[in-house]
């Protein structure tokens, strides 16, 4: 019984070992961690006067692991090992703004190991075809970044160019009057050359939601950024039309941005300019993992935000502006200091019936709801992929409430990568 015993632990060890040496070779692992804790005065209601104060903190951990089956196949997943408001046992999404920790019952299976991607990558055919539910970015941030879509996608590169397409499934239906499907067809181009990086996206989009009617959609996006000594300048124009490209009215909306950073030695000095027009639909917003976030108060990718631009607008003819002038300076290899002031016309046609989308501020006035925001901020290297950031965000707002009280926020958070 001994000499079995000895044989089958020394098999299982034999085993293991062999296991760990195809998964050296198989298998790479990589991911994030996060810690957030924020302070929020004044941002849900404008006003001193009700106790809307936020004090909290959370934490999200993410694990990337790709098979690697051969050279022309790959399996990816990502894993989230948890992702919640301390104190809660539920998940939150990426875009918690703090706005409201209360009232949210706790689901099955919480805290349990999930995964929010997982696709098979394939050489084949003289490209390479990713199937499954996978990432999608775009851009310069301005459409939206980091967020899981299924698709059928196809990558092909010649010179300086990528180009290719995808079939995506937003909506799979079994309806009585059709299939009930929502499906964006899409093609791009990319190219490099030099210091330049420039892509455009084209979207058509068939919905097929009610037994009456189908609806179409289209969605347009060039971008470019480019490099010419110490001056960096970005841009990105997106144009929406159709009743399937989650525009209520029916009418075309479009907007896009336009930044420039100049660096002299430890300073940078950064501008920006951002226009919207149009209401966002009823997404609203941006919902990414780290999406177009011009500000500490804008962009609710960040822990201190309280708007995505563009959520703010009520109608379709309605605009969002937005203006930022800055500074950042490296103190020395760990420490970075920054500054930056914004202006944003948050709802040129603002209104008490509609309030401000996406907030629980109720607009006073019939036009020019307006932010004017400082921010102070910090970076700080802790360690080897390892970071620390440090935000303050104040705000005077026009039109948002009744009392139009400042705003202040105060945030910050460690980041590790590996």
């Known amino acids: ?71 022309d196949v790959k399996i990816n997943t990502r894993l989230i090992l948890a992702d919640q408001i301390f104190g809660n046992n539920f998940p939150i999404n990426n875009a918690l703004t703090y706005s409201s920790l209360t009232g949210r019952p706790a689901a099955a299976g919480d805290n349990a190991v999930t995964a929010d991607r997982y696709n098979m990558t394939i050489n084949m055919f003289g490209g390479t075809y990713i199937i499954g539910r996978q990432e999608a ?83 347009l996006d060039p971008f470019f950024l480019t490099k010419a000594g110490a001056a960096t300048i970005m841009g990105e124009l997106v144009y929406i039309g159709g009743d399937a490209a989650d525009n209520p009215a029916g009418d075309d909306y479009y907007g896009g941005f336009l930044g420039a950073a100049i660096g002299m030695d430890a300073l940078t000095i950064k501008g920006l300019v951002a226009y919207y027009d149009g209401n966002m639909g009823s997404t609203g917003g941006r919902d990414c993992d780290n999406d177009f ?37 490296r103190v020395n290899d760990k420490l970075s200091l920054g500054a930056m002031v914004g202006y944003l016309m948050a709802s040129e046609e603002a209104n008490a019936t509609t309030g401000l989308v996406g907030t629980n501020l109720a607009n006073v006035g019939a036009q020019d709801a307006t932010m004017m925001e400082v921010d102070l901020t910090a970076r700080y290297a802790l360690a080897q992929n390892a970071s620390y950031h440090f935000g303050v965000a104040y705000a005077q707002v026009d039109e948002f409430s009744t009392a139009d009280d400042d705003m202040i926020v105060i945030g910050n958070r460690i980041d590790v990568n590996f």
């Open 1 to 71: 019984m001994k000499k079995a015993l000895s044989f089958a632990v020394a098999l299982g060890l034999v085993a293991g070992m062999a296991s760990s040496a195809i998964a050296e070779d198989m298998l790479s692992i990589g991911g994030d961690a996060r810690w957030r804790g924020v302070y929020k005065n004044n941002t849900t209601d404008a006003s001193d006067a009700a106790a809307d104060k936020i004090q909290a903190m959370d934490q999200r951990y993410r694990l990337n692991a790709t098979l690697k089956i051969n050279d």
């Open 137 to 219: 970015s775009w851009g310069n941030k301005f459409l939206g970044w980091g967020a899981n879509v299924d698709r059928l996608k196809a990558v092909y590169k010649s010179g300086g160019l990528t180009y290719g397409g995808y079939l995506q499934k937003s909506v799979e239906g079994n309806d009585a009057w059709g299939d009930g499907d929502s499906d964006t067809y899409a093609a791009f181009v990319i190219g490099q050359a030099g210091g330049t990086k420039w892509g455009v996206l084209a979207n058509y989009i068939y919905s097929d939601p009610t037994s009456t009617d189908s609806e179409d959609g289209y969605l």
């Open 293 to 329: 976030a011009p500000t500490l108060l804008i962009g609710t990718c960040n822990e201190t935000a309280v708007i995505d631009f563009g959520e703010t607008t009520v109608s379709t003819d309605d605009s969002t502006y937005l203006l930022t002038v800055g500074a950042d300076f």
